[in-house]
Every structure is written in structure tokens, then in C-alpha cells.
């Protein structure tokens, strides 16, 4: 992957990662009792799930260099599909069935990677593993707090990671989604840029406001919408996104740039339940029995926004590939900052 690095040109459209970021790479739920295969910019790595927490190795097999994803779990070692070696979750080789009396094991490595699990996903540091507690996974505190509501939707696109970060720090991109109407009128007030972040604020129409029970309703009935104004924030915070409109809904958009054309990301939408003072009173039982009942009411409207982006995004990638001496026009000071911050990070 470092090769990679090396070899990244300065056309925001092939740029590779920076791999020493932490990256979700599946959802914790997903991750049973089998190895599961995920893919980080174009490497392969398998994952599984033991009584000592979950293990990550290169999905390769140093014997013959097939998938070890297809072979079987054994205590808290995989077990190649092929010749049946084992390896620990260290990359060591431990057992192999066929060993002779007078061979010793084979002292192969397999590549590790450091992997946690936060906020409902397995994140993976992509880097060298001894680097990994240099950096922590993107803080999302409404995950766990009693007052959010949270819905999960999966994004993936037949593009570059560049078009979906430039998506979602384009506010004036209301238009496409007018048949939801979150927000309009969006005005780039203020644009922050440090060396692992951009922030743009902006002052738009928000056309959601949850502070009655039925407010839900709003999703459904569009003249129960009522537009008002609301400071709305969008942060590319590399390699991550995040963003809050007024008080009452928080977004993070999770990448896994799976290759140069291809992405996959996770939004994690929050509805705030800031605006039920009896609600609060309630035993913390009962308020986690709201939230976990109420996971995923919003997936119908973020899913919609979801096909909605991903349909302009893939055209975008197309339109590059037919005709890459045809940029596009861009006016938006956000996009400009956030390309500065992409090359910044695979430059460094
Ligand atoms: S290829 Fe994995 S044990 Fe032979
Ligand atoms: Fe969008």
C-alpha cells in the first residue's frame, strides 16, 4: 500500500489513501462465527471473531496464496481451506496436519493489521500496525448517548473516494434532492481548513424540526414541513466526514475507499430527542428501549439521498474516465480546500 502512496499523481481523481487513518471496514453485527473477507484499497484482509476479541490478518495464505476467508475458525486460530495450516491471530503459522517428524513448523508471517470495535463497526488501522495507537477512530458520541436516535445506510459507488467527499462538502447540491427536502438555500458563510480537517459552515433552510412526538410525520407529509433558518456545518475530517444541521440531526459519513474506483462508506444518521424534557425523566432503561427501538427510522429518507448521490457520483467518475481533458467547472471554495486536504495526506 506505502507503494501506492509513492506512486500517487497530483490529479485528485487518482490519489491513493493515507493508510495510517483507522477505517471501518464491516459492522460488528456482521462479524459472526465465520471469517469474513473486507477490502482496504485494494488489499484483502480477513477477519474473525474469537473469545479474545477480533483478529485481522492479509487474506492470503503464505503457502499456496489462496483466501484464507475461505477456511474455518478453530479456537482462536484460522484454519486454511486448502492443506488445513493454522495461524494465530499474530500471523504465525501453528499447526500444520502433515508435518514430518524431523520438519520444523514453516516461520512464515502473515501481514497483521490493528484492528478495534467502536460504534458498532470494526475499523481497521490500514498502516503499520505498531503505529495504530498514534490515532484514534473518529469519536461519534451520539452512538451510545440515550438523546440519539441513530440510522445506519451503506453507500457504494463505482468511484473514486474524491467524488463522494466533494459530494458531501457541496451543500448547493440541494436541488437533487428535492422530493426530501432536508435542506435548501445553503450560503457558504465561513470555511476553516487545518492540516487533517476543512470545516465549512453554512446558513441554509432546514426543513425538519423534531419537537413533537408526531414530527416524524414530516418525512412523509412534505407540507408538514416548515423551512427555517439553521446554521448547517460540514467537516471532511480526513478520511472521514461529518456534519450537523441545527440542533436536531447529526451525519458521519465512514469511508472504506475499497480501490481507485470504487467506495464504500457507511452513513450514521442521529436524530436528536433533545426536545422530549419528559422523555429524559424516564428510568435509563426505558430510554434505551426508545433508542433501540427506534434504530433505523430514518433509513427510507437516507437511503433515498443515498441512490439519489450515487447515481451523480458514478456519472461523475464515468464522465472523468471518457474525458479526462474536460475538468469540470467548479466555483466552490469548499471543494477547492477539501482536494487541498486529499493531496496533503497521501503528499505528506
Ligand atoms: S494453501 Fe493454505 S495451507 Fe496450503
Ligand atoms: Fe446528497
Redesign the pocket.
Given at each position: 500500500m506505502d507503494t501506492v502512496v509513492a506512486a500517487m499523481s497530483a490529479d485528485v481523481r487518482r490519489l491513493a489513501i493515507n493508510p495510517s487513518y483507522w477505517y471501518p471496514v464491516v459492522r460488528g453485527r456482521d462479524l459472526k462465527d465465520k471469517p469474513v473477507s473486507v477490502q482496504i484499497w485494494g488489499v484483502a484482509v480477513v477477519l474473525w471473531r474469537s473469545k479474545t476479541g477480533v483478529h485481522a490478518l492479509e487474506d492470503r495464505?503464505?503457502?499456496?496464496?489462496?483466501k484464507?476467508s475461505h477456511?474455518h475458525l478453530r479456537a482462536d486460530r484460522i484454519e486454511?481451506?486448502?492443506?488445513?495450516?493454522h495461524f494465530d491471530g499474530e500471523g504465525k503459522c501453528t499447526h500444520?496436519p502433515y508435518l514430518e517428524p524431523t520438519q520444523k513448523l514453516p516461520r512464515c508471517q502473515v501481514r497483521t493489521y490493528a484492528v478495534r470495535e467502536l460504534y458498532g463497526f470494526v475499523w481497521l488501522f490500514a498502516g503499520n500496525a505498531a503505529e495504530a495507537d498514534r490515532r484514534v477512530p473518529l469519536a461519534i458520541p451520539e452512538w451510545d448517548h440515550l438523546n440519539y436516535i441513530a440510522t445506519v445506510s451503506v453507500i457504494d459507488c463505482k468511484a473514486h473516494y474524491s467524488y463522494l467527499i466533494e459530494n458531501l462538502m457541496d451543500m448547493h447540491h440541494a436541488p437533487l434532492h428535492s422530493d426530501y427536502q432536508a435542506w435548501s438555500d445553503a450560503v457558504l458563510e465561513k470555511l476553516h481548513e487545518e492540516p487533517e480537517r476543512v470545516d465549512a459552515h453554512y446558513h441554509a433552510q432546514s426543513h425538519y424540526r423534531i419537537d413533537r412526538i408526531w414530527s416524524i410525520a414530516q418525512l412523509f407529509v412534505p407540507a408538514l414541513r416548515k423551512p427555517h433558518p439553521e446554521s448547517l456545518t460540514v467537516s471532511y475530517v480526513y478520511p472521514h466526514w461529518t456534519s450537523s444541521l441545527g440542533a436536531d440531526f447529526k451525519l458521519y459519513c465512514l469511508l472504506c475507499p475499497l480501490g481507485p474506483l470504487a467506495t464504500r462508506a457507511w452513513l450514521v444518521h442521529f436524530t436528536s430527542l433533545g426536545a422530549f424534557n419528559d422523555l429524559h425523566r424516564l428510568p435509563k432503561a426505558v430510554r434505551l428501549l426508545v433508542k433501540q427501538s427506534l434504530f433505523g427510522s430514518a433509513r427510507g429518507l437516507l437511503d433515498g439521498l443515498v441512490r439519489q448521490d450515487i447515481l451523480m457520483i458514478e456519472q461523475e467518475q464515468q464522465a472523468y474516465l471518457s474525458y479526462p481533458d474536460h475538468p469540470p467547472w467548479e466555483i466552490n471554495r469548499a471543494l477547492a480546500a477539501a482536494q487541498r486536504l486529499m493531496r496533503s495526506q497521501v503528499t505528506a
Open positions: 495464505c503464505p503457502h499456496r496464496l489462496v484464507l477456511g486454511c481451506a486448502y492443506h488445513g495450516w500444520v
